[in-house]
């Protein structure tokens, strides 16, 4: 079959294999190499340009020779340009697949996975992609790509499309002890602070609420922005509260604060005050129940694969799903349905988890942190 004017070797075209086939059972017992399909395949299909990655250089002869033998008006051209490797990242299928198959992940459309299912479900955008794509280029040097720079262009995406909400991830109660029983009220917030023709959005405010765990210290210094006893902070698009109580468990657990609050302060200072720290909250009775799923690099390794392949399931991060299931969040994310993630406020962007959602489950999953947080990791450990 060789081309007198070509260095090619006899190619194999065929495979005779006495198998059952996972699709066509044994209608078949003779199997076209993958050689000898992929340019027929290009050529029937239209295809200009086949664009490959560099091991498939020296199975270039092969590819023109049989569509320059074929009868078949396309004459597809083959390039090659060297695959995308990203650390933090390994992207063999082999390997892809030894994941699955032990349960490392939870399947090809795992959040954490390098697929394009992985990442539609974790929220990232076409948009977001083709960004990082037009950034990275295309070249025929192997490399090796900085992870980050795709968390970046998520977060440019996101930080200029996607809708703001309130979530409390580790939620403290909070009785505002001088606020009227029995009273809802209802507070407005930008669905996006710079984007005003997006609308606002109602919230509403009781006496009793939830604040992250986090924002509150019974002592701390001036570094401290948030809430202390003692001293005040402004509920982010509400009230300005002042902590006055703490109340802890048998154990010295803190399980509520008792807190007052200015009135007079609805979005606003007072003249001749100004309250620096701004927390986020949720009404405790109108609050919804989430869970959370908190995503990040599956490995824990710049380049988990090293000089020895095996060994790369030895630097899976342990920290790469954290599952958090007593999130409360404002009402609004109870039929949140949208294909853009939104941004929980000081928390990060999060994407209603669509397997999740189609069993009436209400599960976030984080699609990438507000800043990257492994950069000032890895400043902290050089």
């Known amino acids: 079959m060789a081309s007198p004017n070509m260095n090619l070797r006899d190619p194999i075209l065929y495979r005779i294999r006495h198998a059952t086939h996972h699709q066509t059972g044994d209608t078949w017992c003779v199997y076209p190499m993958y050689d000898f399909t992929h340019p027929i395949s290009d050529a029937l299909e239209g295809v200009t340009h086949s664009l490959c990655t560099l091991e498939f250089e020296d199975h270039r002869p092969l590819y023109d020779w049989v569509v320059q033998n074929v009868d078949v008006a396309c004459q597809p051209r083959q390039i090659e340009f060297s695959r995308l490797n990203l650390n933090y990242t390994v992207t063999s299928k082999r390997k892809l697949k030894q994941l699955v198959d032990e349960g490392v992940v939870e399947g090809w459309d795992d959040p954490r996975m390098p697929t394009l299912a992985g990442l539609r479900r974790r929220g990232y955008t076409p948009g977001s992609i083709r960004s990082f794509c037009q950034a ?31 979530c409390v991830l580790n939620p403290l109660k909070v009785v505002i002890t001088n606020y009227a029983a029995d009273t809802v009220e209802e507070v407005e917030a930008p669905v996006h602070p710079q984007r005003p023709e997006m609308g606002n959005r109602k919230l509403p405010f009781s006496g009793e609420i939830y604040i992250d765990r986090e924002d509150f210290r019974e002592s ?61 909250w949720v009404s405790a009775a109108q609050a919804v129940d989430l869970e959370v799923r908190l995503y990040d690099r599956l490995f824990g390794h710049p380049q988990p694969d090293g000089n020895k392949e095996e060994e790369f399931m030895s630097h899976l991060n342990p920290e790469s799903l ?40 209400r599960v976030y999953n984080r699609t990438v942190t507000l800043r990257d947080t492994w950069a000032k990791m890895e400043g902290a450990k050089g």
């Open 136 to 166: 990275i280029g295309v070249t025929r040097s192997e490399g090796l790509v900085d992870v980050a720079m795709l968390e970046f262009a998520i977060r440019e995406d996101l930080n200029e499309n996607a809708p703001r909400a309130m």
């Open 322 to 361: 954290v599952v958090i299931r007593q999130a409360k969040g404002e009402p609004g994310l109870a039929d949140f349905g949208s294909d853009l993630p939104c941004q929980f406020e000081r928390e990060g962007y999060f994407f209603r988890d669509p397997v999740a959602a189609a069993q009436g489950q």
């Open 220 to 280: 701390a210094n001036k570094h401290f922005k948030r809430l202390v006893l003692g001293k005040e902070v402004r509920l982010r698009n509400a009230y300005v509260i002042r902590c006055d109580e703490v109340i802890k468990d048998e154990a010295g657990e803190i399980v509520e604060l008792r807190c007052s609050y200015d009135a007079d302060t609805l979005g606003r200072d007072p003249e001749g005050r100004k309250v620096k720290g701004v927390i986020h």
